[in-house]
């Protein structure tokens, strides 16, 4: 089968070779897959170049533990283990998870208990691929706090993967929802759900004349300190990046002394609990992933250096087949 592999953190054109490699034996409780389908994510670039250092933790020190990344799918059950109960051969399924599948390869092998799950019936792959790790980022945001119908909420970034599910989520909760976007995104984003859209390349978007219950920075480019005047009185901060010398996670100690103003810093969890939530609002037309750009896998290194560009909108993905 091919597989995209690397043996070494670096940018992904110096790093990344398609290579022949064996079909993955299956374990008595493991399953394996036929990728149809995968995206090139922030995740993902983010542990191939180990722009975290502190990803190395999770994926290797020196150099990569796993020869190919790859954190999401969807694809077809092509064999199963004699303990696996839950799935059958020929089963259409999906998932996720951030400490690596290596899913940019043809066949991939997952535990049957892990994250994956039966595909809606009427999703196609590529969609399917695509609602997984942005969604999954998105709902461990929102989870956070207890939202009610009507409050109001900033996000800041809604044609990113986690900012454009963030907004279908959060509409589909009833909430009011303002967010930004480029000029030529702006009614994009407001056929996503968002009530009001701001022009961040016109308008500062800390300086909107009122106060959220929470303010959701989906592409970690502002701070606490620039939004803190937008939260009401109990009103929550959360990015989804660390911030300028790890601001949010010091922030995330901090506020909670005071009670008023607060950050809360989102540390994924339950990921099967959140593609059990997205298989929901899909089958309830409530949720559709935003797609950028599809590539073949031919071309899958262009996809990394897209991705790593910072011009994506939504999700890039990968078509297994043509």
Known sequence: MKALCYSKYGRPRDIFTIKDVPIPKIESNEILV????????RTDEGLVTARYYVSRFFTGLAQPKKQSPGTDFSGVIIEIGQNVKQFK????????????????????????????????SDLDFVTAAACCEGAHYALNCINKLQLKEGQKVMVNGGTGAIGSAAIQILKSRGL?????????????????????????????????PGTFDLVLDAVGK??????KKLLAPKGVYISTELGKRGANIFWALITPLFRRKRVIFPIPSNIKDSLNTMKVLIENGQFHPLIDKIYPFEKIVDAYEYVSSGQKVGNVVIQMEH
């Open 34 to 41: 036929q990728v149809k389908a995968t995206t090139v994510n």
């Open 222 to 227: 502002s701070s606490f300190r620039k939004c």
């Open 89 to 120: 051969v020929g089963d259409r399924v999906f998932g996720f998870d951030d400490e690596i599948l290596s899913s940019h390869s043809h066949f991939m092998t997952i535990e049957e208990n892990d994250s994956l799950l039966h595909m809606p």
């Open 176 to 208: 009011n929802i303002v967010a930004t976007a480029a000029t030529e995104h702006l009614q994009l984003v407001k056929n996503l759900g968002a009530d009001t859209v701001i022009d961040y390349t016109r308008e500062d978007f800390t300086r909107y």
